[in-house]
């Protein structure tokens, strides 16, 4: 469709992420990958809004909170 459309579009996310024009990321996946590509996108430079649970544990969390102040990334988290 996005062809079609000419909007433009990826099949992998990476492609987002290591495009330096896109500043800002939502994380909408299964809850499983939330923080994997969470942690992702803020290693490549990106603010990220993700979907709740950010983490099925107070580590993973704990990670997602450290990396944006060593980056002066914003984190946030929007509710379903």
């Given at each position: ?40 996108a803020l290693?490549?430079g990106k ?7 950010l983490a ?25």
């Amino acid at each position: 469709v996005g062809s079609s459309l000419k909007v433009p579009y990826c099949t992998d996310y990476h492609d987002i992420l290591n495009n330096s024009e896109i500043d800002a990321v939502t994380i909408t996946l299964p809850d499983q990958l939330h923080v994997k590509v969470s942690i992702e996108a803020l290693n490549a430079g990106k603010h990220v809004l993700c979907e709740k649970p950010l983490a099925s544990n107070l580590l993973e969390v704990s990670v997602c909170r450290i990396i944006p102040e060593t980056r002066a990334k914003t984190t946030s988290f929007s509710p379903r």
